[in-house]
């Protein structure tokens, strides 16, 4: 099965210092890689995703790049804010049949 | 759009009972839920996935008679976990995929179990 692995487990910056997680998959079927902010005690939440065919996508001061090659991909938050702290999950998917997470990223935005 | 909601928020019940947890799609039909599992601090532990009609399929180490799943219909899906022992304490947290979107799944409140 897919296995997706994450770094790192926490992460500390300042506010308004760019934060980067980064997860790497197994499966090399794997074609679609979103991403969520969960904070304590609520649901996960879609904040970018992207799919095989595309390399860099991003959403104000989110982004994600995706290597195929060399199976990772990763999360860019610039101009970190306060309310950017919580955890932050990748996940690899094979056409949306099956969800593999990785193992979260604690963030931490220092006011 | 695309709200999924679950219940029972929180449940506590006593070793060797069963317990049912339902999640629905409120406005949308959901061809495919997924049932996750989360220890505090810890990642989602995908345990099964089920299509409309058809039987779950489990991930490997997920006991398949311990966890039953039913998805009736294309807004509900229940997860049964059955004798329950103080070890099944956990969050589970569902999940819908509708048709339209395909890839992108969302995510119900989570359930809280906790067994005495």
């Known amino acids: 099965g897919e296995n997706v692995e994450q770094h790192p487990s926490t992460l500390s910056v300042q506010e308004g210092d760019s934060a980067v997680i980064k997860c790497t998959y197994s499966d090399s079927a794997s074609n679609y890689f979103p991403w969520y902010k969960q904070e304590l005690g609520k649901r996960p939440q879609l904040i970018i995703d992207?799919?095989?065919?595309?390399g860099e996508k991003k959403d104000q001061r989110i982004a994600v790049t995706l290597n195929k090659t060399a199976k990772h991909f990763s999360l860019h938050i610039t101009e970190t804010q306060p309310e950017d702290s919580a955890v932050y999950f990748c996940a690899a998917s094979r056409g949306g049949n099956q969800f593999y997470f990785g193992t979260g990223t604690s963030l931490t935005v220092i006011p | 759009g695309a709200v999924v909601s679950q219940h029972p928020s929180w449940v506590i019940c006593k070793s060797g009972t069963s317990v049912k947890i339902e999640c629905r799609s409120l406005?949308?039909?959901?061809?495919?839920m997924f049932w996750y599992r989360q220890f505090p601090k810890q990642s989602l532990m995908l345990m099964a996935t089920s299509n409309e009609g058809s039987k779950a399929t489990y991930e490997q180490g997920v006991e398949k008679d311990k966890f039953l799943i039913n998805h009736a219909s294309l807004t509900l899906s229940t997860l049964t976990v059955t004798s329950a022992h103080p070890e099944d304490s956990s969050f589970y947290i569902c999940?819908?995929?509708?048709?339209?979107?395909?890839?992108?799944?969302?995510f119900g409140p989570g359930t809280r179990l906790t067994v005495l």
């Open positions: 999940s819908a995929r509708e048709y339209a979107t395909y890839n992108e799944q969302f």
């Open positions: 992207i799919r095989s065919n595309v």
């Open positions: 406005d949308f039909q959901a061809t495919t």
